[in-house]
């Protein structure tokens, strides 16, 4: 990788982005509407007012994930079905630096998404956890992150993007499921508490479940959040070894 090179796949990135304002509205503003939305169908009854808190932190992980996922997915195979990629490739650009400033441009948009999502539940809704803000939030960029190292991996196996759209129930379903959002993993079948281990977005859910309750990660936690970075750079290693210049 040429830190120039990176750079410039990910300023040129950027400014389409900047450009695509439905792109960004549903980058930036989609997860907190969502959020908000949450938040008010919790808080409307008063035998469900500690569903928000509860709910709240994990959901500051998993949304940013599923959208991250599908949005950079689409972009990227629409990259290189309009030949953009192979454009890009037969100059002195290598795949790790293409997947680099990809990653980086997404990673920064992430961060943004993850930033706002956490200061709105927080100041604005009224969140109320154990933890300190700082906490939710780099938890929640990673998985942003994790969701776009994910989106650029998978890209490289579709073909449409109504394919690319296809992999989101096939490869964050199965998560957000086995994750312990709906049943704890206590109280799993032996088979699928197993599954929810390989899982990443599982470790996402315990590290802010951790902040949210105990007011820290522990050992426990920063261990999730070692396996989330481990995860967001294999998921890149796989992106760069199965990247493709053009869909066939």
Do not use: N
């Not at 690319?164 to 079948?189: D, E, H, K, N, T």
Request: glycine letters at 8%.
């Amino acid at each position: 990788m040429t830190p120039r090179i990176t750079l410039a796949v990910a300023t040129r990135v950027l400014t389409q982005l900047r450009r695509d304002h439905r792109t960004l509205a549903l980058l930036l503003v989609m997860p907190c509407v969502i959020l908000a939305l949450l938040w008010w169908m919790f808080g409307s009854s008063p035998a469900q007012g500690a569903g928000f808190d509860a709910l709240g932190p994990p959901l500051l992980a998993l949304i940013p994930f599923i959208v991250m996922f599908l949005v950079t997915s689409v972009t990227t195979l629409r990259e290189r079905s309009s030949g953009t990629l192979e454009r890009l490739l037969a100059m002195p650009t290598g795949k790790g630096d293409l997947l680099g400033g990809y990653a980086l441009a997404f990673g920064l948009v992430a961060a943004v998404q993850s930033v706002l999502a956490v200061l709105l539940c927080y100041l604005v809704l009224g969140l109320d956890v154990s933890g300190p803000v700082w906490m939710l939030v780099v938890v929640a960029v990673a998985d942003a992150v994790l969701g776009t190292a994910l989106g650029l991996f998978v890209s490289a196996f579709a073909r449409t993007e109504f394919q690319a759209v296809q992999f989101l129930p096939a490869f964050v379903l199965p998560q957000l499921l086995l994750c312990g959002l709906f049943v704890p993993r206590a109280q799993m079948a032996a088979a699928l508490d197993a599954a929810a281990g390989a899982m990443p977005m599982t470790y996402a859910y315990d590290s802010l479940h951790r902040v949210a309750a105990d007011g820290a990660l522990g050992a426990t936690g920063r261990i999730d959040v070692v396996v989330l970075a481990g995860a967001i750079l294999v998921a890149l290693a796989l992106g760069a070894a199965t990247l493709r210049r053009r869909t066939a």
